[in-house]
């Protein structure tokens, strides 16, 4: 089993930059793609970034310029920078990951979800 826990949510004025954080954690043996999604407050859940295993980026265009997805794959944990942030961006962000366990057996695990409030 394969847990993620995320960190580094808050409330920032418009403009702020905020860190988040997913740790994956369990009995891992690669994480393949690591990944942002976002649910604005009425909203369904949307992808933000994607980060594969080797380090290719993908975003989505509202955030290209703004946001940078990394991640260590020592610490399988995967990060995402957000700044210049807009009123637009607030909402639950929530990472995913997909992978296989020591046993052989794939995965694709969602983290719990932090929240970001954005106030212009």
């Known amino acids: 089993q394969v847990q993620l826990v995320e960190s580094g949510g808050g409330s920032v004025q418009a403009g702020g930059s905020l860190r988040l954080s997913c740790a994956a954690s369990g009995s891992i043996f690669s994480v393949y793609v690591m990944a942002w999604y976002r649910q604005a407050p009425g909203k369904s859940r949307v992808w933000v970034a994607t980060?594969?295993?080797?380090?290719?980026?993908y975003y989505e265009d509202s955030v290209k310029g703004r946001f940078t997805i990394s991640r260590d794959n020592a610490k399988n944990t995967v990060y995402l920078q957000m700044n210049s942030l807009k009123s637009e961006d607030t909402g639950d962000y929530y990472c995913n990951t997909a992978g296989r366990t020591v046993n052989g057996v794939a995965f694709n695990s969602w983290g719990q979800g932090t929240q970001v409030t954005v106030s212009s």
């Open positions: 980060v594969s295993s080797g380090g290719d980026t």
